[in-house]
């Protein structure tokens, strides 16, 4: 299965530089109740190597089952529990999922941010080439990671993207998209779902 994190706001902007990742992100084509029909990206539009792994060229693939955490209810009025998701993809993929994280970040601690959301803060304005940006973790809270930045951020279309760290063995996965704002001093804010709260929930799950 594949993890995301539901969409939850449309207007802010992921301003990172062309890089290359091996990762996956989700988009939902209806809405709300009963999720409606999902597809998952895998991948670049370019075989290429990031870090020391090598990604294949990009990957869309349909979903056959969606596993919410079981706190987690999805209203027009918004969200009440854990913003996560396990998929069930409908045919498998090539692509190599990177493993998870065993413990959370420290603060500080910088994330990197790819995503497929729109480049421009003012216009809806989709890439070409997956985007990336490199934050630091700025806060911790409950289960949410956030990170805060006067201009740059993550923005529509990030949904289900993920947030990675560096370890001494490559790469691995420690957020999941949730919501994006701006705080009270007008900096842009990225919430991610920090799944290394959930390794058991997910690990069960996915059997």
């Known amino acids: 299965m594949s993890i995301r994190a539901s969409e939850q706001a449309d207007r802010q902007a ?3 530089s062309p890089r ?10 209806r809405s709300l109740k009963g999720w409606g029909d999902q597809l998952s990206r895998f991948g670049d539009t370019t075989e290429h190597r990031w870090g020391n792994s090598k990604s294949l060229i990009s990957t869309v693939t349909g979903v056959s089952e969606l596993r919410p955490h079981p706190t987690a209810e999805y209203t027009p009025d918004g969200l009440k529990g854990v913003d996560l998701v396990l998929l069930k993809l ?16 420290a ?24 985007q990336e940006i490199t934050l630091p973790l700025t806060q911790a809270h409950e289960h949410i990671l956030e990170m805060i930045n006067a201009d740059r951020g993550i923005n529509a279309g990030d949904s289900g993207g993920p947030a990675v760290a560096a370890t001494p063995d490559g790469w691995s996965l420690i957020g999941v998209t949730t919501g994006l704002g701006v705080d009270e001093s007008g900096a842009r804010v990225s919430g991610y779902v920090n ?13």
């Open 14 to 16: 992921h301003a990172g």
């Open 20 to 29: 290359h990742a091996d990762t996956s992100s989700t988009r939902r084509t």
């Open 195 to 207: 799944v290394t709260q959930f390794l058991d929930w997910i690990r069960q799950t996915i059997g």
């Open 107 to 130: 603060i500080g601690t910088p994330l990197r941010l790819p995503g497929w959301g729109f480049t421009s803060y003012d216009e809806r304005i989709e890439p070409e080439r997956l």
């Open 90 to 105: 409908d045919q498998p993929v090539a692509n190599q999922p990177l493993p998870l994280g065993e413990e959370s970040p």
